[in-house]
């Protein structure tokens, strides 16, 4: 009995760390976004720092420096260039509402009405009355309350794009100690086992984060090429939108492909136009499916779609944007656990006998 004690102690001390882990990023789970950020980014840049510092002999440091300074021209650009293309594309959207509504109700809709004997309208007044209706809800404290609120989250945003550079440089510079740490903080008895479990889950989630992130500037590239040729207004912009959200499966390229329908029915006026649209978005689903995510991703994570849609869902829900940050990572390391978990199963007396 006291030896089944001893060995249980190194296991409650994993529990208890992880419980302590997990109150600690439900109560500031927002405080560690920038830093949870640098850690993911330089667990995916780390391999190449070494391998410049080894076979190039480039300092640690200046290799950190460049890095943390691309990153922070990326983090700068998209919002600056996106956000007032995005902008300035919803009010020409809203300027053509009208013309909107009356495309669909005899286009679309009067289609579905015959296949269907149903009288679907769009009623412009009645959106028109909706949004007044909820505009006199509104009081000034109301307002202002809502400007104060988005002005301390465009400042808390602004914050994390320093914040998430400045702590990617030295992440980098330490990231050895950083994992001498926690192996220093493994229990002894459980080193060999634990080292095994570790190098398991660093092949399957470097390669898929490597991997994904691949497919993710593959595609943006792809639809910001196509969505332009087609001639779609801000089609650069709404094209590298696609691309950084096609590691949600379907829902990325669902949202894509609505929002560029709906600026495509403001913008054009043949229905060939919005065939092409559908026609590229269509082109980049399969050529991700079929060819970019197989050959560089493969099936590394061993989730489906609808888990790892679950799995964001599940952590953004109890974690907030800390849920969302980490749901991939942890489910790749869950799917390690229960693979050692179901072969230690099968080893054991009970199932054998």
Known sequence: MQQQL?????????????????????????????????????????????????KYKINRKISALVLSLLILCI?????????????AQFKA?????????????????????????????????S???????????????????????N?????????????????LFYSIIGWHNILKFFDEMIPRSFTTPMHMLVRDIDTMLSSYLRGQLSVMFIMAC??????TLVGLPSGTAIGIITGLLVFIPYLGVLSGLTFAMIIGLAQFSSSANLLAIFAAFAGGHVLEGALVTPFLVGGRIGL????????????????????????LPLSTIAVVLLRHAKKYYKSTHYYKD
Do not use: C
């Open 127 to 149: 959106l028109k009355q909706i949004a007044l209706a909820n505009q006199a809800k509104m009081n000034s404290l109301d307002l202002v309350q809502r400007v104060a609120q």
């Open 6 to 54: 001893i060995k249980l102690k190194p296991l409650l001390s994993l529990l208890a760390a992880t419980i302590l882990l997990f109150a600690i990023t439900v109560l500031i789970g927002r405080v560690l976004i920038p830093f949870i950020s640098a850690l993911i980014l330089a667990y995916v840049l780390n391999p190449l720092v070494d391998r410049l510092q080894n």
């Open 93 to 125: 959207v809203l300027d053509k509402v009208p013309q909107i509504i009356t495309l669909l109700n005899h286009g679309l809709l009067h289609k579905f009405n015959l296949q269907l004997g149903t009288n679907w309208q769009l009623d412009l007044n």
């Open 75 to 87: 983090f700068i650009a998209i919002p600056v260039y996106l956000v007032p293309v995005l902008i």
């Open 304 to 327: 489906n779609p609808i888990m790892i849609i679950l799995a964001l869902m599940v952590f953004g829900k109890v974690f907030g944007l800390v849920g969302v940050l980490l749901a």
């Open 151 to 167: 002005g301390v989250i465009l400042i808390e945003i602004l914050v994390y794009l320093v914040l998430i550079p400045f702590a």
């Open 222 to 227: 792809y639809y910001a090429t196509t969505l």
